[in-house]
């Protein structure tokens, strides 16, 4: 039996040169294709696909909500990730989509035809690389939690609301009088948290609690 497909992709020409070498195989049938995650919610439903290949840079929608509601409307249907970049960041995604398989789109539309057959039939479809490289980012993603809490167990309370402030450019002054502290009190608060931070000024204290998502 042939599967059928419905592709999600925002390119014109990539779309269409990916259904016509679907339909070329006999293994697949194309039943339908979209250019936004919103059409694709809408069409998809109609056809029931076995395998949907979406692009994750999609125009209108986050391409991860998309395979996500999809997959709740169709928990049988597989799904085929393009990507135009492997860095290790769209993989951990990619990976934490739960998709079957993942492409690059330079390898040409042969291989992301062949990983549509081989996931229709039962495979999944990942690199040893690209695992690597998900699993490097993972790892990245849990150290820097775990910094981030031990870095804000570093601080007090009074030091993050402080630092929040001047975050937002007030004087030591205005700090000071909005939290109803002396000025030479918002100063040591200041100097002790740039000591536990290991920075030297307010942009650099700032970037931080940018990064440690504390603002």
Known sequence: ???????????PVLRGAMRIACQDSPALEVVGEAAEGQDALIASGEVDPDVIVIDVELQDMDWFEVVRELKARRPASKFLALIRAADD???????SAAVDGVVEKAT????IVDAVERIAGGSRVFSPEHERRAMRELGRIVRSARES???ATLLTTREIEVLQLLAQGMTHQV????LRISPRTV????????RKLGVHNRVEATHIAEQKGWL
Do not use: D, N
Request: net charge positive.
């Open 108 to 111: 040409g539309v042969k291989s």
């Open 187 to 194: 100063e040591t608060h200041v100097r002790k948290t740039y």
């Open 89 to 95: 960041r769209t993989l951990f995604v990619t990976f």
């Open 175 to 178: 700090v000071a009088r909005r």
């Open 149 to 151: 809490t031990r870095m």
């Open 1 to 11: 039996m042939t599967a059928r497909v419905f592709i999600v992709e925002g390119h």
